[in-house]
């Protein structure tokens, strides 16, 4: 019996998947897997990007050989299983030649096709769209009037041309002094046309700049308000340990990506820290909920009973005083369990 991969069926976004190994090939305890391209000899590397979302492709190759994990060992029916992630699973092409190294034992394999990656953004944020602004009336199209058109007149006979009379020569200043009372009616309506304008001016004004002073949405904002660069993955490192952290994360509500607080939570729980440990369990337990975190920041996961009990049992070893509590909880759940992978868990976790 050789080694072989597989899905695992209850990741249903993908991205993780079972490396099976014959039983009584691998040590007791975690045990660290290394991959490397046969074709080039280089060996698979983590994303550069670390920290951030674990993108689909595009996988880090180098000379110098690396170890992911190491990762927990489960022993059920005649095989040791390792359950790897979408460090490994986003970063490799189906029928993909490698060569495989999962602690001592080390095979040449082909990477299957039906391990599909995890598109991490999809799977943990929400997606948001902005509602477009609801187009204008057209605007009426321009007419060009040539200069042989006749002006408008809305359908009435153009007026005959009215005959100019000759200047009676006994009158020579008749004319004058009308023309002036015009021009003195046109420019007190211009005046008039300008101080109505300055009181609507002055009227609008004020409510502009009430408007102005009052603080925009934040999400209208073109600065980051303070509450968002105090989330930040760079912030959230810097306000203590990983308890701390976490509070602060709740406060952020949607300020904060899902991405950004899930690669916190991997670092701390990679330090075997009990509080990330116990919130990575509650994750996969559908018995609890954190609505500061599943509902407004949007990190949540499916129901996975087997792989709370891990993140539990692991809680529990740090030293975290609620973990026994769930770890109870989630094995009262695995014994009613009808999967292969629940048996296991509870053999590992609930004995």
């Not at 925009?216 to 509450?227: R, T």
């Not at 609505?291 to 975290?320: K, M, N, T, W």
């Amino acid at each position: 019996m050789s080694i072989s991969i597989h899905p695992d069926p209850e990741a249903r976004g993908g991205g993780f998947g079972f490396i099976a190994v014959p039983e009584g090939q691998l040590p007791e305890g975690p045990v660290p897997v290394a991959i490397m391209e046969t074709y080039g000899h280089r060996w698979l590397a983590p994303s550069e990007a670390a920290g951030e979302a674990i993108g689909i492709g595009d996988a880090n190759w180098q000379q110098e050989r690396f170890d992911f994990g190491p990762y927990p060992l489960h022993r059920h029916e005649g095989c040791d299983w390792v359950r790897v992630g979408p460090e490994i699973v986003n970063k490799l092409e189906e029928y993909t030649p490698l060569r495989l190294h999962v602690g001592p034992v080390v095979q040449d394999i082909t990477w299957p096709d039906d391990v599909p990656p995890r598109a991490g953004a999809a799977a943990l944020g929400g997606v948001r769209s902005t509602a477009a602004a609801a187009p204008g009336p057209a605007p009426t199209p321009l007419r060009a009037i040539r200069n042989e058109d006749p002006p408008a007149t809305d359908g009435a006979p153009p007026e005959a041309p009215k005959p100019v009379a000759d200047p009676a020569p006994e009158l020579p200043e008749a004319d004058p002094a009308p023309t002036g009372r015009r021009r003195l009616v046109v420019l007190a309506l211009l005046a008039a046309l300008v101080l109505a304008g300055s009181v609507a001016a002055l009227l609008w004004l004020p409510e502009e700049s009430d408007e102005a002073a009052s603080p925009a949405p934040a999400f209208l904002s073109p600065d980051a308000p303070a509450s968002q660069e105090a989330c930040t993955r760079a912030a959230l490192m810097a306000s203590g340990d990983f308890a701390a952290q976490a509070e602060a994360a709740r406060a952020c509500g949607d300020s904060l990506s899902p991405d950004t607080l899930l690669s916190l939570i991997e670092d701390a729980a990679a330090r075997e820290d009990a509080t990330a440990l116990l919130l990575f369990g509650m994750l996969y337990d559908a018995g609890w909920q954190d609505a500061a975190i599943e509902d407004r920041i949007g990190l949540s996961f499916g129901d996975d009973p087997a792989q709370a009990a891990e993140y539990y049992a692991r809680a529990v070893a740090a030293g975290s005083p609620a973990a026994p509590d769930r770890l109870a909880a989630v094995c009262a759940v695995l014994a009613r369990g009808a999967t292969t992978l629940q048996e296991a868990a509870h053999d590992d976790y609930c004995n």
